[in-house]
């Protein structure tokens, strides 16, 4: 079948069985997964079981493949994320590159500091699938005093910014704490201000959840996080799908809010300008996100807002208060069955609104709605074809011409469904419709006109259109994609050995792609695409993989494909983006995962089950499936499996194919998603796994494990990486101590078989890392991402990380003298410099396990913990750090001066003397803390106020040194006559 799946109506055989299944709470994601109770007060913690198991319910098995592969792995086995733990580890991982980059800025007058590798964007950048396409387009604004400017959220591919009309776009926040975007406002009163709000709530199962709101008042240029309540939330942060400014002041705005337990979602308001953020409208008892947030534009004191499981509610007080908006008697919205909720204002006429409702029920179209006295009636048009059918819940937008309220366009799927569209247009206020789709890619998710209405931008899974003829009956788009790299890779990148040019991985609703060496990548195949093998021995034979079990195979390099599955049960539990493996030795024999293996050994012409169900078997509540398979290159008996339930188990003999036997190695790992299995080059016995989840929520183990032995024991090599979801492994076959990983905030690798780590290269942007590859003759590192495409960096001459195993002393006294410091460990040369918290200190190599340091007196002068860690000079890497604690002793008093006053004198300054000062050293009254100030090791000076010196009588000084260790001086007396 060449272009497998290139037209609509070869896609409609995937599409159509996926989509059925679509149904109520089948769509949703889950609400509620369960940290730790240490974070949920109990009727917290019994809102979020009660939701995720109503979720769970819902749920159809097939849609929970997805949901599984990527937001559950996150989760598993509890069924939340812990509150701001990205943000968190993201502030860990700058804080050491900060650091680095400090200290060699410090060094970098006596030593040459060459730059760090920079990471090379190779596209897509555009994809040809739908025309030029880009990735999953979730906002669009347009600045109302210049509609030349544009901005673009995508759903983990940030905030994009256009001058021109979309003809060329630039990225304006791949550093920022998130780059899942789900709306854009602009500040009608200063176009300068621009807000994304993060979390993008189209309900698609593998959102990334947000951090609160993004703000900009020079344009773009720089941003600051406004987190307001957003993260203090056990959803890991809430998914924000609206914002809105207040015309004429802009200190008022509303955001539509989605979190993940009854209580918190809805509609919040800031009066702040976005700082901070309170709840106006969070019904206690019911689950129901704010979808659509918008002030009328002639009047800013009056606002509505959109209710997912709601209805249309409206504020004639800029927010404070609300009240429902849904007309009544035979002039009524409907209140049974009612899903996400879209709406849509006339600028013109702002009386005229209009709201598509989906059905619960079957996820279509419940209906288009209207009204022209703002809300106090609406009328149902019958007409409107069912747009967004089957995905209701996921794509349905509306937007009314600034200049004519009677003219709107919805967005939805497109026509491969009964009634479906990617953009309907209706010039009669929506008693007839055109459909516009062709020329577009699927499910829309954004709609805006320029301030005149002469224009209209669609966004979509595919990207970004226009249009200068919005209300043609046959409407010709431009696609403005060609500069957009926004694409969401799955898991399943494979690289040619013999060109660096040729590569194949899978992507989030744009196929299997191709890559050539340009930035331009061709789909192939397939409307999701999933992992990806080429045959090293034919490389014009290339595997690809569409979703769950749905394998097919080119002898062409992708133009042609024929299906593969004969000796599958199709029923097996397969994950949506499930492992696929090509042996090392003999190219015709793969393997492919569902909760089970299959093995081929003739090029996927038939197929068999070589085990049993490898996921955890412990896990009764999980359906479990396999995420993960890797065959050893110096033994192709040998395979590992993973599962996303936290099962590994282990073959050696795998090409006995039904004969082979398989045993479990879980033991010392965490119950948490396997993600990645890699296999050490020159020995099957030596393995790397991956794992996601984090740390500290049930378990206190790492995201990286090493074992020698097959499996029958593992040791954690997190050592010092944040605490993040790890999503990819890759040994370097020229150096086994030489890891490099990709993780939900980008890629890190070890020189020292993971006794530390360091942030690897620069420019890669702020976002999970799917995949990675070794094109090894030309030491070039690829990258997939979910969100940003694709990016090689070349590490042939990757600077070590230096490992610190060891310093001595551990325990350092704070007594204002120099000491000498042994620190050992690894990979340090005769530039290495010891770092003492953020500076160096002078230092004396002794060898290459070994390093000298002097501790200059004026850093021992109070107690703490202070942080010990090596860089190799101006041009190295940062070692690991390790804590050494500095104790503060216990302090002498000898004497103090004056030692009497006159009561009823003014204040004074007692001069006290003694030994063991310290910095933070504080002199106590009675027992009362004086202002103290440290002068020497020898001397203090504390002030007395006059209210102590009232009345005759005497008072105990003493001087306390605070912890690490410390302790209080004896007391001497002070008299007051």
Known sequence: MKQLFRCPAVRLSLALPILALLASGATRRLHAQDPDLRQNPPQVQKALEEGFERGEGDESDFVRKREKWFHDQRAYPHKTIPMGIRQQAIKDRDRKTALESSVRASLAHSQAAP?????????????????????RVTALAIDPANPNIIYMGGAEGGIWKSTNSGETWAPLGDRQVTLAIGAIAIDPNNPNTVYAATGEENFSLDSYYGAGILKSTDGGATWTQLPGSFTDNPCGGDWIGGIAVQPGNSSVLLAAVESCYYGQAGIYRSVDAGLTWSAVYVPTNAWTPGTSVLFDPANGHTAYAGLDYGTVIKSTDSGLTWSVSAGSGTNALPNQNVGRIALAIAPS??????????????????????????????????????????QCWYDI???????????????????????????????????????????????THALAFTPDGSKLYVGSDGGVWSTTSPAANAISWTDLNETLAITEFYPGLSMDQGNLDHSYAGTQDNGSERYSGSLGWPTVACG???????????????YVNCIQLSLYKSA????????????????????????????????????????????TLNGGASWNAISGDLTNPKNTSHNGTLSTLAVARSDDNTLYSGSD???????????????????????????????????????AATAYAAFSGFTGFGDNLGHIFRTTNAGSSWTDISSDLPNTPVDAILVDPDDPEVLFIGTDIGAFYTTTGGASWSALGQGLPNVVVT????????????????????????????????????????????DDKSTLLTVTGYQFNSKSIVVWNDSAIPTTYVSGTEVKATIPAADLTKGGTVSVGVMNGAGGKLSNLFAITVDNPKPKLTSISPSTAIHGAARLT????????????????????????????????????????????????????????????????FTIQ
């Open 349 to 390: 006429n702002s009386s005229v609104l209009y709201a598509a409702l989906a059905d619960t029920a079957n996820s279509d179209l419940l209906g288009l709605y209207k009204t022209t006295d703002a809300g106090a009636n609406w009328t149902q048009l019958t007409n409107t074809p069912d747009f967004c059918s089957t």
């Open 910 to 973: 007692l001069t006290i003397a003694g030994q063991n000062f310290v910095r933070t050293s504080k002199a106590l009254w009675n027992g009362g803390a004086l202002a103290t100030t440290w002068v020497s090791p020898a001397k203090l000076t504390a002030v007395v106020p006059a209210t102590d010196l009232e009345k005759p009588g005497t008072a105990e000084v003493t001087v306390v040194n605070p912890a690490p260790e410390g302790g209080a001086s004896a007391a001497t007396r």
């Open 115 to 135: 730059p760090e590798p920079s990471w090379k964007l190779i596209g897509p950048q555009p994809v040809s699938f739908y025309g030029l396409d880009s990735g």
């Open 556 to 599: 062409n390099d992708g133009a042609d494909w024929s299906q593969i599955t004969s000796g599958f049960e199709p029923n097996d539990r397969t994950a949506w983006v499930p492992p696929l493996s090509i042996d090392p030795e003999y190219h015709e024999t793969l393997y492919f995962g569902t909760y089970r293996v299959y093995q």
């Open 771 to 814: 995949g990675l590859g070794l094109h090894e003759s030309s030491r070039t590192l690829r990258a997939t991402t979910h969100g940003r495409s694709a990016w090689d960096l070349n590490v042939a001459t990757l600077l070590p990380v230096p490992t610190i195993s060891s310093v001595t002393p551990a325990t350092i006294d704070a």
């Open 528 to 542: 999701d695409g999933g992992p990806t093998v080429i045959d090293y021995a034919v490389t014009t034979t290339i």
């Open 397 to 443: 937008v509306l937007a009314v011409s600034p200049t004519n309220p009677n003219f709107v366009v919805a967005g939805g799927v497109y026509t491969y469904h009964p009634g479906g569209s990617a953009i309907m247009t209706s010039s009669n206020g929506g008693n007839t419709w055109v459909d516009q789709s062709p020329g577009l890619h699927p499910d």
């Open 645 to 683: 339930d936290g099962e590994i188990e282990v073959t050696r003999n795998a090409r006995s194919t039904s004969g082979a036997t398989w045993k479990g190695v879980t033991s010392g790992l965490p119950d948490r998603a396997v993600t990645w299995i890699a296999v050490d080059p020159a020995s």
